[in-house]
Structures are given as C-alpha cells and as structure tokens.
Nanobody, 123 residues
Framework: QVQLVESGGGLVQAGGSLRLSCAAS????????MGWCRQAPGKEREFVAD????????YYANSVKGRFTISRDDAENTVNLQMNSLKPEDTAVYYC????????????????WGQGTQVTVSS
C-alpha cells in the first residue's frame, strides 16, 4: 500500500522559509516522478514542482521559480521542498504526489497523494 506522509508545514511570516518533507512507503521514489502541489481555500489544486525519475530533472510553477527547490533522497525514500522568500499567496495545503509518468502536464497525472500539510504565510 502506497503511503506519502508530509511534514514541515506551519505558520511563518512573509519573507521566511519552510522545508517540507514527504516520506514514502510502498513505493520506491527513484522509480517515480515525485512532486508537490498545493490548494488554497476556494481554489483548484495547482502544480508547484516536480522531480523526474531517471535523471532528476526539476520543474517549477512560474509563481515559485527561484524561491522553491525540490530535491529527493533516494536512500531515505523522501522528497523535500525548500521554500524561501515565502509570500502570503503561498498559503495553502501542500500535497506530496507520485506519478509513473516521467513528465507531468496536469495535477491529474499524479496517481498517489499524501494527506497534505498546511502552510500559512502571514503578512
């Protein structure tokens, strides 16, 4: 059974940093494209970042490019999202996700999801 468990969310002031982690079980992340998506109240879930299997190419939403960094630790079977220079508009529930597809076009390309972790950025 696949489980993705996020941690590291919380409340931070604008300009601050948070590091999210996703611990995976039931799958080997080196064989999946792993990603992070987020959903703010009243909005649709949106893609944030992903890192591909085989090569580890990274992709980011324009809104987070240059501020967020996704990384993977295959030995620990974890995926991390370092978030710097946080803005109030980054406030959302952040979800870890996994896909057997190498390249992600929409959030529906992810087949496995975690329960999410809340990130709140105060102004």
């Amino acid at each position: 059974q696949v489980q993705l468990v996020e941690s590291g969310g919380g409340l931070v002031q604008a300009g601050g940093s948070l590091r999210l982690s996703c611990a995976a079980s039931g799958l080997t992340i080196s064989r999946y494209t792993m990603g992070w998506c987020r959903q703010a109240p009243g909005k649709e879930r949106e893609f944030v970042a992903d890192i591909t299997w085989s090569g580890g190419s990274t992709y980011y939403a324009n809104s987070v490019k240059g501020r967020f960094t996704i990384s993977r630790d295959d030995a620990e079977n974890t995926v991390n999202l370092q978030m710097n220079s946080l803005k109030p508009e980054d406030t959302a529930v952040y979800y870890c996700a996994a896909s057997i597809q190498k390249y992600i076009r929409t959030t529906s390309d992810f087949g496995s999801w975690g329960q999410g972790t809340q990130v709140t950025v105060s102004s």
